[in-house]
């Protein structure tokens, strides 16, 4: 516990977390914060995904910190940004249930004053894959992730396996810049495989039924590697018949790529990543295995 608990918007007042706005106020809550300090930055919305990273970062740091913030500068299509679910009142209750210290949610220009004018980019790691089809994605990402860092200063900071090519780009930065020790957490699914994520909200009822074919496609592919496939294209091809097989389903990439540098395979030898995109609708999912 840092401080006073503080009221929420709604009037309630969970536990003995803290919650933060402006610059300063998380500035003055640092102050007082116990070492090691565990940040799991999010989007809100938040679900058995974020619960697993801010669980982890509660068993190894002294305070945990959560920062909600809906990052406008990593949408490329502001529909997309416009749509994307929020409900802080309800974060700040799974923050409070979930042992939080201190929740951080900015307005944008707490987080971007005016005149910000500076651009975190990584090279090679956030150029295929996601920032092929999502150009500038990744560079709102480093930047966001940057200033969260520059203002939090956490020893530890826990990013999920799910975004599997975000989590390799933003070690990199932590590594290059010195920033803080980034700590992966595996993926957290529902029962039927399904990837836990903030978006499948707007699955419908039936797309949220086909939904568990990304996972049955990846798995796919695991199992012609673990029966000793190692030619990449062939294990692509499995994953492809797959989510080709659901009507409802329209495949975007499936990558089969070195687990260190995302550089596309010919042949699987060593640790590589297996991840693909697809929309179901309107909706964009992503997931990913790590093979061997
Ligand atoms: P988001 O709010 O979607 O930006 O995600 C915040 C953090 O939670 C990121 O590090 C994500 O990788 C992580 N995360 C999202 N979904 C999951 C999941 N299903 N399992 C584990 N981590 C997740």
């Not at 945990?64 to 309800?90: H, K, T």
């Not at 496609?217 to 199992?223: H, I, P, Q, V």
Request: glycine share 8%; proline share 7%.
């Amino acid at each position: 516990m840092i401080g006073e608990p503080e009221t929420t918007g709604d009037g309630t007042i969970p536990g003995d977390l803290l919650v933060v706005r402006s610059r300063d106020e998380l500035g003055r809550a640092l102050a007082r914060a116990p070492r090691p300090l565990g940040l799991v930055p999010t989007m809100g919305w938040l679900h058995a995904g974020h619960r697993s990273l801010i669980a982890r970062a509660r068993a190894e740091c002294a305070t945990v910190a959560v920062s909600i913030f809906v990052n406008p500068r990593q949408f490329g299509d502001p529909a997309d940004l416009d749509r994307y679910p929020r409900a802080e009142a309800r974060d700040l209750a799974i923050c409070a249930e979930e042992g939080v210290d201190l929740a951080w949610a900015p307005a944008v220009e707490d987080v971007y004053p005016p005149g910000f004018d500076t651009q975190v980019s990584v090279g090679a790691l956030s150029r295929p894959l996601e920032g092929a089809a999502r150009p500038g994605h990744f560079d709102g990402v480093t930047t966001v992730v940057a200033v969260l860092f520059g203002l939090v200063r956490p020893d530890r900071a826990y990013f999920g396996m799910k975004d599997a090519q975000q989590l390799r780009v933003i070690a990199r930065m932590a590594t290059d810049l010195a920033l803080t020790t980034v700590v992966p957490c595996p993926t957290v699914r529902e029962p039927d495989g399904l990837a836990m994520s903030s978006r499948n909200v707007h699955l419908s009822p039936a797309e949220r039924a086909a939904a568990p074919v990304i996972h049955r496609a990846l798995a796919a592919g695991r199992a012609r590697w673990a029966a000793g496939e190692r030619d990449a294209e062939a294990i692509r091809a499995a994953v492809r018949r797959v989510v080709e097989a659901e009507p409802l389903a329209r495949l975007e990439y499936v990558s089969l790529a070195d687990d260190a540098t995302l550089a596309e395979l010919d042949r699987t030898d060593g640790p590589a990543l297996l991840s693909l995109a697809a929309r179901l609708g309107s909706t964009r999912l992503i997931d990913n295995l790590v093979l061997g």
